[in-house]
C-alpha cells in the first residue's frame, strides 16, 4: 500500500511565505513525478509546478519567480516553497506523486489529501 500525505498550509498575510511538504510511504518502487496542484473555490484543479527527476521542472505561468518545487528522493518528499502570496493563491493544495508500487511495474497516480492556504489581511 503507497500513501501519500501533505503538511503545512494555513493562514498568511499578502506578501508572506509558506512551505508545504508532501512524503509518500509504503510499498514503492520508484517515483517516477511529483508535482502540486491547487483548486480555488468554485474553479477546477490546476497544475501548479511539477518536477521530474532533478531538474524538469514546469510552472503555472502566475506562481513562476515566486514558488520553487524541489525534492528529496531520500527521503520520497516533495516540498513547494511559496513567496510573494498573494489572496488568488488561495486554494486547497493537493500533493500529487507517479508512483511505481513494489506490486507492479507502471506508475499510478497517488494523491494527497489536501491542505488549505488561505492568503488574507
Known amino acids: 500500500q503507497v500513501q501519500v500525505m501533505e503538511s503545512g498550509g494555513g493562514l498568511v498575510q499578502p506578501g508572506g511565505s509558506l512551505g508545504l511538504s508532501c512524503a509518500a510511504s509504503?510499498?514503492?518502487?520508484?517515483?517516477?513525478?511529483m508535482a502540486w496542484y491547487r483548486q480555488a473555490s468554485g474553479k477546477e484543479r490546476d497544475l501548479v509546478a511539477r518536477?521530474?527527476?532533478?531538474?524538469?521542472?514546469n510552472y503555472l505561468d502566475s506562481v513562476r519567480g515566486r514558488f520553487t518545487i524541489s525534492r528529496d528522493n531520500a527521503k520520497n518528499t516533495v516540498y513547494l516553497q511559496m513567496n510573494s502570496l498573494t489572496p488568488e493563491d488561495t486554494a486547497v493544495y493537493y500533493c500529487?506523486?507517479?508512483?511505481?508500487?513494489?506490486?507492479?511495474?507502471?506508475?499510478?497516480?497517488?494523491w494527497g489529501q489536501g491542505t488549505q492556504v488561505t492568503v488574507s489581511a
Open positions: 518536477i521530474r527527476g532533478d531538474s524538469n521542472v
Open positions: 500529487k506523486m507517479d508512483i511505481v508500487p513494489t506490486s507492479g511495474w507502471h506508475p499510478a497516480a497517488y
Open positions: 509504503g510499498s514503492i518502487r520508484q517515483i517516477v513525478g
